[in-house]
């Protein structure tokens, strides 16, 4: 595996960083890398104790003094160079997340230049941390709004995004004033390692102190919930599962700290009976099965009008039986495995429990043998089932690529209010060429997620929008827009310049 060897990466593996400088390895319990593509375990990772993670957040509360003081387009150089040596090894990073989490590699890649997106952005972002002015009532006086670093911010990731999630956090963060201390997952730590080391380049390079990207490897039991109930963490960005969130948002919240939450999705697509069919149904398949249906913004629902619903379901299956599973590494592949034997077996109760709950199987349903084709034992088949909306399966996310069809009779009303009819609010989308259904999904009465698209799917984003969604999916907006906003904190300013001190209601004191 050549891109290891490119990475440094060796079978034994410190996992717990301060920038440079890595803790020691010794005595300290492992986590086994293990791969979904081939079933092997290629490297052991130490588990920060909670002394190392102590020593971390020192380190990093020293770095913010220095940082940020350190001015804002001066933060954003480093970021560019961050973005440049991601350029540099673009192509081992790539692999080795198509590698981990069993992603194809052109995904794996696409994640790597969405890292570099985000830095050209934050560049930007850098010399643009506006902060409003407006008039004051009072005479001589001048009113106006500031924003300052927030301090060491703790980032906490999923297994899907291993690289990207921390790019979203991490460089908006960084180019705000604030340091940075990353908790990934547990079943993506390598990917984790491989980024520390490669911006560890710069930080070296330029001399910064150490504490300003952190890295702490262990479980979600100890070190994750060390975090959440540390004061001195005074944001936790969390990325990952529904009651995960709700646990992290409690608990952070009992302490009085700040939380960006993105969580699960339950993401539908609209097709009325003007949708364009040629844009619908590339979207709709690479929706359904890009990172075998594990993002949080996969296409789960199809909200198919009936006067289509025959052609499109023909349609779906034809297509499904041309896609390709296997080895992600190989190009023609179109779906890898799923990230572990946890996430087979869930697959597997969500079909049974389709079939249970009124629904059938259209395509697919099953675990690929596994074999020489399929060594992990990971892998399973693309699956179309027709469902109804309220089908207790159909209202939750299951993390695999299950398709659901479901029709809707009356008008553009009846299929928003199934799109709105689940939990989570991420990500939606509408395929119709008619202007009234298009803009009433976009209206106050149209979907109620945090992306609603137009004749474009559901799965992914641009980083130049705020990415994040409503209900249970937690409120939290990230990467682009004003989402820097939330990395930093708001302070009002009055200034007198005058000689007098008019106070308020007219007050005189004899003094
Ligand atoms: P998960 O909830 O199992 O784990 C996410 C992270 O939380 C991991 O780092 C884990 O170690 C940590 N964690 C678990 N328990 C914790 C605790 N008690 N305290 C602190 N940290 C804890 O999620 P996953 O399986 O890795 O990821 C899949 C989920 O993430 C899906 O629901 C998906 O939709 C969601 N997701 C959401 C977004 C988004 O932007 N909305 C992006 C990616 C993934």
């Known amino acids: 595996m050549d891109f290891l060897k490119t990475l440094g990466i060796g079978s034994s593996i410190p996992g717990c960083s301060s920038g440079r400088i890595w803790l020691s390895r010794k005595k300290r319990k492992k986590i086994q ?30 770095a913010f003094e220095e940082w940020r003081t350190t001015p804002a387009p001066a933060r954003g150089e480093i970021i560019r160079q961050i973005g440049l040596q991601l350029r540099d090894f673009k192509q081992p990073l790539g692999k080795l997340i198509s590698y981990e989490t069993g992603k194809p590699l052109q995904e794996g890649l696409g994640e790597v230049q969405e890292l570099i997106d985000i830095c050209d952005f934050c560049v930007g972002q850098s ?9 004051s009532e009072r005479p001589n006086h001048r009113l106006f709004e500031q924003y300052h670093p927030l301090g060491p911010i703790a980032i906490i990731t999923a297994f899907n995004f291993p690289m990207a999630v921390w790019g979203w956090n991490a460089m908006v ?45 262990g479980n979600g039991k100890s070190i994750g919930e060390t975090i959440l109930e540390d004061q001195r963490i005074p944001l936790v960005s969390f990325t990952g599962s529904i009651p995960a969130g709700r646990h992290v948002s409690e608990k952070v919240a009992s302490r009085l700290g700040k939380t960006i939450l993105e969580l699960g999705g339950n993401n539908a697509i609209i097709l009325t009976e003007h949708a364009d069919l040629k844009l619908a149904l590339p979207a709709i398949v690479f929706g359904a099965i890009g990172t075998s249906g594990q993002r949080c913004t996969t296409t789960r629902r199809l ?26 590494l190989i190009e023609k592949n179109h779906m890898g495995p799923l990230i572990d034997k946890g996430a087979v ?55 695999a690529p299950i398709l659901y069809l479901m029709k809707y009779k009356g008008d553009i009303h009846e299929a928003i209010a199934m799109n709105n009819d689940v ?12 202007h009234g259904q298009i803009e009433t999904f976009l209206s106050a009465v149209g979907s109620d997620c945090g992306i609603a698209n137009v004749n474009i799917g559901t799965s ?16 939290g907006r990230e990467s682009g827009s004003d989402a820097w906003k939330n990395y930093m904190r708001r302070q009002t300013v009055t200034v007198n310049y005058g000689s007098d001190l008019p106070l308020a209601q007219g007050i005189q004191f004899d003094l």
């Open 127 to 135: 010399r643009m941390l506006y902060g409003m002015t407006t008039v």
């Open 423 to 434: 939990a989570m609010g991420l990500s939606s989308s509408i395929f119709s060429t008619h």
């Open 33 to 62: 890398a293990y791969s979904p593509v081939d079933g092997e375990i290629f490297a052991k990772v130490s588990r920060a104790t909670a002394k190392d993670y102590d020593k971390i957040v020192k380190t990093a509360q020293k």
């Open 345 to 399: 077996k869930n697959f597997q109760k969500a079909v049974r429990l389709i079939k249970k709950q009124g629904g059938s199987i259209l395509f697919g349903g099953n675990c690929l043998p596994k074999g020489k084709k399929f060594p992990s034992g990971c892998y399973v088949e693309p699956t179309l089932a027709e469902v109804r909306n309220d089908m207790d399966i159909v209202q939750e996310e299951t993390f």
């Open 173 to 217: 963060a960084a180019v705000c004033g604030n340091v940075c201390i990353w908790k990934p997952s547990s079943k993506a730590v390598v990917s984790a390692v491989a980024l520390q080391m490669v911006i560890s380049r710069v930080l070296g390079k330029n001399h910064l102190p150490e504490g300003l990207f952190s890295l702490v490897i």
């Open 460 to 475: 992914g984003a641009e980083i130049g929008g705020a990415f994040g969604g409503e209900k249970d999916t937690g409120g």
């Open 303 to 328: 909200i198919i009008h009936e006067s289509i619903y025959q052609d499109i379901k023909k349609r779906l299956v034809t297509a499904y039986k041309s896609l390709k599973t296997g080895d992600p």
